[in-house]
């Protein structure tokens, strides 16, 4: 009897595994979907991304679509314009979004509760509210068509890095901080070099996220930069779909590939930090 009890409670198990596998097959395989496509039809000869019904695997694999891209646009410089901005961006935001998540985390003073609140408050404000009001003050400083407007607004600390950084340092353990003021370190040294060390996973988390966001956005560059050798790659490809009156679509998706590339490697490469920053920062609030 508890042999085959067990053998039940296996059964079921395994039954309800497979399941939760299949579902979580199905929907990675749905989310991954439009990338695969988009990696198909860059390799389709010209014409044939319109062809009804549709082809999701080309008869013949047409590579010189990749070339092509080089040839339409000065692709390496709006890579190097892209690799600028994101890099400056990200430096900003890592530095300004733990130090002052280190101040939440770490040091009292009157206020700091409240402050905290007001912070996550303007997670709420929607991007076009401030906008029109951001232009203006560009404008008024003469930022425009600089990458200042792209840069410098990172290095006041986002707000959602700062929740997610503030809420990792709460885990850690404070006696750590209270042996190295014993030794006398300063509260910058504690953040420099016991914080930051242990704080990895969720660093590695917030670099992921900004280099996304960075690397993918549109609408700032395009609302602040007008001179097209300071373009970065996501107006850059832009460029593509009015080509010559109407770009051919094997080339513009091969250039979407090239695009999208260096955020698919990274992730790879940081994807475990992701798991662990992402799981570990709402454990202690």
């Known amino acids: 009897m508890t042999a085959k009890t067990s ?13 939760v596998y299949s579902l979580l097959f199905v929907f ?28 999701f695997i080309p008869k013949e694999f047409v590579w010189e679509n990749y070339p092509k891209v080089f040839e339409m646009i000065p692709f390496g410089m709006f890579f190097r314009n892209s690799l600028f901005v994101t ?17 939440f985390a770490r040091l009292r003073f009157p206020g700091r509760d409240a402050l905290f609140l007001v912070l996550l408050a303007t997670m709420m404000i929607p991007y076009p509210v401030t906008m029109v009001p951001t232009f203006i003050l560009f404008k008024t400083l003469g930022w425009v068509n ?16 700062i929740f997610l950084l503030r809420q990792f340092f709460l885990t850690i353990n404070t006696e750590l901080d209270e042996a190295a003021k014993v030794d006398g370190a300063s509260e910058f040294l504690i953040y420099h070099r016991i914080l930051l060390p242990l704080s990895k ?22 609302i602040y930069l007008s001179e097209s050798s300071m373009y970065t790659l996501a107006l850059g490809v832009n460029f593509l779909r009015s080509f010559r009156g109407g770009g051919e679509l094997a080339v513009q998706m091969a250039a979407s590939v090239m695009f ?3 955020c698919i ?3 790879l490469v940081a994807q475990r930090f992701v798991v662990e920053g992402i799981v570990t920062t709402g454990l202690k609030g």
Not at 210 to 221: A, C, E, H, R, S
């Open 28 to 55: 990675g395989l749905a989310f991954l979907l439009p990338f695969l496509w988009t990696v198909s039809s860059s390799l389709k000869p010209p014409g044939a991304g319109f062809k009804f019904p549709p082809e």
């Open 146 to 161: 600089t990458y200042l407007p792209l840069i410098l607004p990172p290095w006041f600390g986002p707000a959602f890095s």
């Open 201 to 222: 996973p969720a660093l590695a988390t917030v670099a992921i996220f900004g280099f996304v966001f960075y690397w993918n956005d549109f609408l700032n560059p395009l």
């Open 7 to 19: 053998g039940q409670r296996l059964l079921s198990t395994l039954a309800q595994q497979l399941l």
């Open 87 to 103: 890099g400056a961006a990200l430096l900003g935001e890592i530095f300004s979004a733990s130090l002052v998540a280190y101040a």
């Open 265 to 267: 490697v990274l992730f």
């Open 260 to 262: 999208v590339a260096p």
